[in-house]
């Protein structure tokens, strides 16, 4: 009976995102047929990023465990290393597996839309791992609703902030090096932000409240920031 449960709160606030980039892109939508690729190659970059950071972390010995960090040093350099670069590179590998060819990538606001699905792929495997994870010890409800505030609406503006630099690029509003260069480096950053704000909240006692008003400090802005960005690209 726990899986059903387990899948249905993993995968809601997924859907909900899904819907809500879905229905700003009114000019011309893209095909459902599209965006369901879309998000299976999203799917497909979660289990990509493991072949990314599993090496990774077996030769330098680096593990994410944010119940174990030391340092500021050591939670960030976790964020980073096995969390941010390899994710993101999936994802963007992805991302151009999809639409280096895809005719329908016609609009500045498709960039978006398309990464949007994506890591909302990324997103909902993520998810239903982390939650049936948390069945042994009874924690899948209280995780799931965490992630739903927060985990996975961040993967949702690592997206839009892909897509957005994608696009830009792509369509020739920016051509230069460091509009190619954000592409990757913009959600590489705000990830590792991310999660490098969480990690350290377990490396000392006296550091958690400064760094959960820190985290959500920096949460507003990204989701401001992503709101920005989806509003630049509409309709064009």
């Not at 726990?2 to 819907?19: E, G, H, N």
Request: net charge positive; proline share 4%.
């Amino acid at each position: 009976m726990q899986i059903p449960l387990i899948l249905i709160s993993a995968l809601t606030p997924v859907v909900v995102l899904l819907w809500y980039i879905y229905r700003k892109d009114k000019v011309r939508p893209e095909p459902a047929k599209c965006l369901l690729k879309a998000f299976g190659f999203g799917v497909l970059s979660a289990f990509l990023s493991f072949v990314f950071s599993v090496p990774v972390s077996f030769l330098l010995g680096m593990e994410i465990d944010a119940n174990t960090y030391s340092s500021i040093s050591k939670a960030f350099a976790d964020a980073f290393i096995l969390a941010a670069i390899p994710e993101e590179l999936a994802k963007l590998i992805m991302l151009w597996l999809l639409l280096r060819k895809n005719p329908h990538f016609d609009e500045r606001f498709d960039g978006i839309v398309y990464a949007v699905c994506i890591g909302m792929g990324f997103a909902g495997i993520e998810n239903v791992m982390y939650l049936i994870g948390g069945i042994e010890n009874g924690t899948w409800i209280g995780t799931g609703i965490v992630r739903a505030l927060f985990s996975v609406p961040a993967h949702f503006l690592f997206a839009v902030l892909m897509g957005y630099y994608y696009s830009i690029y792509h369509f020739g509003i920016d051509r230069s090096p460091k509009a190619k260069a954000m592409i990757l480096v913009t959600p590489i950053l705000a990830h590792g932000l991310f999660d490098g704000i969480l990690f350290c909240m377990n490396v000392d006692e006296g550091l958690a409240l400064i760094c959960l008003f820190l985290f959500l400090y920096f949460f507003n802005k990204l989701r401001k920031r992503g709101k920005e960005r989806i509003n630049s690209l509409i309709g064009n």
